[in-house]
């Protein structure tokens, strides 16, 4: 049984705003599923319909096999949520927002145990009003993870958190799906989503353009990759890079100061322009560089992304370009 169906999913909002058309999407049992897109892309009004916030125009969704919108006390026994911008109670104080969640669904929960795994322990009888953002959060997560649930859904959970939370989360997140739970969780930072997820599904203008695992899109993009290589320079090594340039899939050559670079269609085509290069010269270094997760989101989108799209600590970290060392 799936954790998640939606069939023809839509949500207008009057006569102009079709925030989520025809979403067909299957996410499994313990998957980690990421839902990506840029502002506006309804991801956002696809969680909210399958929690039974937002009524669907036309199409279904089931949750767990449930019906989203006939059986949502059987959905909410049994997943767990972050919604975007939780609201928490100022004068509670951590514990008993986690207590109340143990209460409204029945559970026999280790508060402390939860409370520990999200890290605010030692501010567990503190009142959340004085909670900083990043707190906030880890407390939303806590109260998701109370019941062991099915399914987790989770709306940008990374938001507020530093670099230390969003690892922590990744961990966190990682654990449950090895523990059998499914990983839904919306997001527009990138690196979050490469670095945790099974498949990926980019949304935008209401639609899913891109469904996969990120190597797969990644095989799918256009752009490719580009490798430089280092060479012992001989002269009569630049005379002879038509040959490289003549490699299937190689758009462009460069050499200067003792480095080749191509870029190449496909990165496939790498390898044998390391060859061919090393049947010439004698390579000494290669660097490797994939079309990086930022250009493939760009591409799906329309360019409504911004390479540097930034994630709450105001670092770009892994969605930057990724450079690797290859072994030829
Ligand atoms: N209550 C509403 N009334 C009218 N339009 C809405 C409503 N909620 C969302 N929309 C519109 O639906 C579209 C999708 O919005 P949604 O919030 O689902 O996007 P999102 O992908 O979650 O964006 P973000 O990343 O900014 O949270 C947008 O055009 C938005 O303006």
């Known amino acids: 049984m799936p954790a998640i169906e939606t ?53 279904t969704a089931t949750v767990l096999g449930y019906d989203a919108q006939t059986e949502t006390e059987a959905i909410r026994e049994r997943i767990g949520v972050l919604p975007e911008g939780a609201t928490l109670y100022e004068r509670l104080t951590a514990r008993e927002h986690v207590e109340w969640v143990a209460e409204t669904k029945r559970a026999d929960t280790d508060v402390d145990a939860v409370l520990e795994r999200v890290g605010i322990l030692e501010d567990a009888d503190r009142p959340t009003g004085g909670f900083s953002k990043g707190m906030r959060q880890r407390l939303g997560l806590g109260m998701a993870l109370v019941g062991e649930p099915e399914l987790l ?36 930072i990138l690196s979050e989503v490469e670095a945790v997820c099974d498949r990926v599904g980019i949304m935008n203008e209401g639609e899913l353009v891109a469904l996969d695992s990120i190597d797969g899109l990644r095989d799918e993009a256009t752009g490719g990759a580009t490798i430089e290589l280092e060479f012992e320079a001989e002269p009569s090594v630049d005379l002879e890079m038509p040959a490289l340039d003549a490699i299937d899939g190689v758009q462009q050559t460069t050499v200067e100061d003792g480095v080749v670079t191509a870029v190449c269609a496909d990165p496939s085509v790498k390898i044998d322009v390391a060859r061919a290069l090393d049947q010439r010269t004698t390579v000494t270094d290669i660097h490797s560089t994939d079309t990086s997760l930022e250009e493939l989101f760009n591409q799906y989108t329309g360019g409504t992304a911004h390479a540097g799209s930034r994630d709450s600590t105001g670092s770009t970290g892994e969605s930057d370009t990724r450079k690797q060392e290859v072994t030829a």
């Open 153 to 188: 859904i989770l709306d940008e959970p990374s938001s507020g958190l530093d670099p230390t939370g969003i690892q922590d989360m990744r961990n966190l997140l990682r654990a449950e799906a090895d523990s059998g739970t499914a990983v839904f969780f919306s997001s527009h």
């Open 7 to 59: 069939t023809a999913l839509t949500k207008r909002y009057g006569e102009t705003v079709l925030a989520v058309d025809g979403l067909d999407l299957t996410v499994g049992e313990g998957e980690i599923f990421g839902f990506l897109g840029p502002n506006g892309a309804g991801k956002s009004t696809t969680i909210n319909m399958l929690l039974d916030f937002v009524r669907p125009s036309s199409g």
